[in-house]
């Protein structure tokens, strides 16, 4: 039997355990378990850290199973690799192994006002004040104003980081320091990739950054070990898989750009999940976006290895603009179904719909966007709505593909996708249409798993897995062409655009007080103002 590894895929609505094999890439088996968001105020997004390692275990425990039932023995699982939704923030008592709060989800919304702050204090009022260090705009989107707030507004964490009990982490870090014993020895790190979407890593340097540490007053020593996104972190001390080491970890769009074999530069690709993110290999130098897309850390395969970086259009909703027609208004009973009412109607018939829930990420930027629906008549029915919501997914895929082809300078001639939603073929025609482009889809469409299952097979000390591209197997594919003609495809994007524009400056905030974001420094004097040299800090 052929070498085996194992990914977890911990997303923002669900965690998958896939087990492939490492010399044809074969899935071998999998299982998935639906995670629970929960709302508590407008704007807000949490998730239950407790739940997502139940998850965890419950996934990894029913594919294990599965691979009993078809004669496939689990030691030959040599691997384990680990792929989150990045952003996510975690804080943790080390003594005890319990969150100290909810995971606070990419997509919350509550630090708005502090970011408004933020970017008041900063020379020129520039929201990109942090870029040069960071790719980054100061947004509410990124891990440390997230911490920076439960640092603000829940007692148990500013009490656990004056004890030196508390640990700040990504889904990643939780999920490996739980996995590599938790309070008994457990590992505390995270990869460059999830490192670089909290705002406090430097990108140049690869490592955590004293002064962007210093600007949000968080307190470097809760901050995870950063290493490379292909090496043996630690070992799994519990379950069927004790004793076999965790070697890979990447954010789940970086994964999926080595699922999908983009190792060169100008390669790219976009996963439709929850939100949208396409990604453009830039090689080993970060190249900076004058067009609102990000400067990321791809991954960096191995300690010795040089990282590679990519430019960034990060859309927050895509499937979850189907989730919530399902859940909130109940338009339709599954996620499957918007497939047909969409196909029943085969137009918007004038309907644009801008899913700004959590504002608008690239290339705006703009967290005071709200969602708008545009152009309703008493004609329009739920079919159409459908339709404009599968519209909305490609018409913002659009606007970052744009974006990136002037950032870059070469147009893509294709768009290789990945991701739940490339299941729903009206979706992926519809964005074939609006490109104008042809849109790749592979037939094995776990890219995002795959990737860091690579990463984790190719690790030094594992090596089952050859990341040499003459030993890549070969992915088929499916092509969808254009079928409409530019002009009308032009057309209805001006239309889009026009609806966005309308989206925006909706939700304002008042001077922001402690409830709502903006807390006091924990040594009592103001934090966002430009970096300068650290206050004595009391009880850190």
Same mark, same amino acid.
């Given at each position: 039997?052929?070498?085996? @590894?194992?990914?977890?895929?911990?997303?923002?609505?669900?965690?998958?355990?896939?087990?492939?094999?490492?010399?044809?890439? %074969?899935?071998?088996?999998?299982?998935?378990?639906?995670?629970?968001?929960?709302?508590?105020?407008?704007?807000?997004?949490?998730?239950?850290?407790?739940?997502?390692?139940?998850?965890?275990?419950?996934?990894? %425990?029913?594919?294990?199973?599965?691979?009993?039932?078809?004669?496939?023995?689990?030691?030959?699982?040599?691997?384990?690799? @680990?792929?989150?939704?990045?952003?996510?923030?975690?804080?943790?008592?080390?003594?005890?192994?319990?969150?100290?709060?909810?995971?606070?989800?990419?997509?919350?919304?509550?630090?708005?006002?502090? !970011?408004?702050?933020?970017?008041?204090?900063?020379?020129?009022?520039?929201?990109?004040?942090?870029?040069?260090?960071?790719?980054?705009?100061?947004?509410?989107?990124?891990?440390?104003?997230?911490?920076?707030?439960?640092?603000?507004?829940?007692?148990?964490?500013?009490?656990?980081?004056?004890?030196?009990?508390?640990?700040?982490?990504?889904? &990643?870090?939780?999920?490996?320091?739980?996995?590599?014993?938790?309070?008994?020895?457990?590992?505390?790190?995270?990869?460059?990739?999830? #490192?670089?979407?909290?705002?406090?890593?430097?990108?140049?340097?690869?490592?955590?950054?004293?002064?962007?540490?210093?600007?949000?007053?968080?307190?470097?020593?809760?901050?995870?070990?950063?290493?490379?996104?292909?090496?043996? =972190?630690?070992?799994?001390? $519990?379950?069927?898989?004790?004793?076999?080491?965790?070697?890979?970890?990447?954010? &789940?769009?970086?994964?999926?750009?080595?699922?999908?074999?983009?190792?060169?530069?100008?390669? #790219?690709?976009?996963?439709?999940?929850?939100?949208?993110?396409?990604?453009?290999?830039? /090689?080993?130098?970060?190249?900076?976006?004058?067009?609102?897309?990000?400067?990321? !850390?791809? =991954?960096?395969?191995?300690?010795?290895?040089?990282?590679?970086?990519?430019?960034?259009?990060?859309?927050?909703?895509?499937?979850?603009?189907?989730?919530?027609?399902?859940?909130?208004?109940?338009? @339709?009973?599954? $996620?499957?179904?918007?497939?047909?009412?969409?196909?029943?109607?085969?137009?918007?018939? /004038?309907?644009?719909? @801008?899913?700004?829930?959590?504002?608008?990420?690239?290339?705006?930027?703009?967290?005071?966007?709200? /969602?708008?629906?545009? /152009?309703?008549?008493?004609?329009?029915?739920?079919?159409?709505?459908?339709?404009?919501?599968?519209?909305?997914?490609?018409?913002?895929?659009?606007?970052?593909?744009?974006? +990136?082809?002037? &950032?870059? *300078?070469?147009?893509?001639?294709?768009?290789?996708?990945?991701?739940?939603?490339?299941?729903?073929?009206?979706?992926?025609?519809?964005? #074939?249409?609006?490109?104008?482009?042809?849109?790749?889809?592979?037939?094995?469409?776990?890219?995002?798993?795959? *990737?860091?299952?690579?990463?984790?097979?190719?690790?030094?000390?594992?090596?089952?897995?050859?990341?040499?591209?003459?030993?890549?197997?070969?992915?088929?594919?499916?092509?969808?062409?254009?079928?409409?003609?530019?002009?009308? $495809? %032009?057309?209805?994007?001006?239309?889009?655009?026009?609806? !966005?524009?309308?989206?925006?400056?909706?939700?304002?905030?008042?001077?922001?007080?402690?409830?709502?974001?903006?807390?006091?420094? +924990?040594?009592?004097?103001?934090?966002? #103002?430009?970096?300068?040299?650290?206050?004595?800090?009391?009880?850190?």
């Amino acid at each position: 039997m052929d070498p085996l @590894v194992a990914a977890i895929d911990q997303g923002t609505s669900s965690t998958r355990f896939l087990v492939f094999n490492s010399k044809t890439a %074969e899935l071998m088996s999998h299982h998935q378990v639906e995670i629970k968001q929960s709302f508590p105020k407008e704007g807000w997004v949490e998730e239950d850290p407790k739940e997502i390692m139940q998850s965890v275990y419950e996934c990894m %425990e029913r594919t294990c199973e599965k691979l009993h039932q078809l004669n496939i023995d689990i030691s030959n699982i040599k691997a384990v690799g @680990v792929t989150n939704q990045r952003e996510t923030t975690l804080v943790w008592d080390k003594e005890t192994g319990e969150p100290l709060y909810n995971a606070i989800v990419w997509l919350d919304l509550r630090t708005q006002s502090t !970011v408004e702050s933020l970017i008041n204090k900063a020379p020129s009022q520039n929201k990109n004040h942090l870029k040069a260090k960071t790719g980054l705009p100061i947004s509410p989107y990124f891990s440390a104003v997230k911490l920076r707030w439960l640092l603000d507004n829940v007692e148990e964490v500013r009490l656990a980081v004056r004890s030196q009990r508390a640990l700040f982490g990504t889904v &990643d870090s939780w999920i490996i320091w739980c996995l590599t014993g938790g309070e008994n020895g457990g590992v505390h790190c995270t990869d460059v990739s999830n #490192a670089s979407r909290t705002m406090l890593f430097n990108i140049h340097s690869l490592d955590w950054d004293p002064e962007l540490c210093r600007y949000f007053d968080i307190p470097m020593e809760i901050l995870p070990e950063v290493r490379s996104s292909s090496e043996i =972190y630690g070992w799994m001390k $519990s379950s069927f898989l004790a004793g076999v080491p965790i070697s890979g970890c990447l954010g &789940d769009q970086s994964a999926a750009l080595v699922g999908q074999m983009c190792f060169q530069e100008g390669q #790219a690709k976009n996963t439709y999940g929850t939100g949208c993110f396409l990604l453009r290999n830039t /090689g080993r130098k970060p190249l900076t976006s004058d067009h609102g897309l990000l400067t990321t !850390v791809a =991954y960096k395969l191995g300690k010795n290895e040089p990282a590679c970086y990519a430019l960034e259009g990060s859309v927050a909703i895509a499937g979850a603009v189907v989730r919530w027609l399902k859940d909130n208004l109940g338009i @339709v009973q599954s $996620s499957e179904e918007i497939e047909k009412l969409a196909a029943a109607a085969g137009t918007s018939y /004038g309907c644009y719909f @801008v899913p700004a829930f959590s504002g608008l990420y690239a290339p705006y930027w703009e967290p005071s966007a709200r /969602g708008i629906i545009c /152009g309703l008549t008493q004609f329009t029915n739920r079919n159409h709505l459908a339709f404009a919501a599968l519209e909305a997914v490609c018409f913002q895929t659009r606007e970052i593909l744009d974006a +990136m082809n002037q &950032d870059s *300078g070469t147009h893509l001639s294709q768009l290789q996708v990945d991701g739940g939603m490339t299941s729903n073929r009206l979706l992926m025609q519809l964005q #074939a249409d609006i490109l104008c482009i042809p849109v790749v889809k592979p037939t094995m469409p776990e890219t995002t798993a795959l *990737g860091v299952a690579m990463a984790a097979g190719a690790a030094e000390g594992v090596g089952v897995w050859s990341l040499s591209p003459s030993d890549l197997p070969h992915a088929t594919s499916e092509k969808f062409q254009p079928q409409i003609n530019c002009e009308e $495809s %032009e057309f209805r994007f001006a239309r889009w655009k026009k609806a !966005v524009q309308r989206s925006m400056n909706w939700e304002t905030t008042e001077p922001c007080c402690n409830a709502n974001g903006l807390g006091e420094k +924990m040594n009592g004097a103001a934090w966002g #103002a430009p970096p300068t040299p650290p206050p004595t800090r009391a009880g850190l």
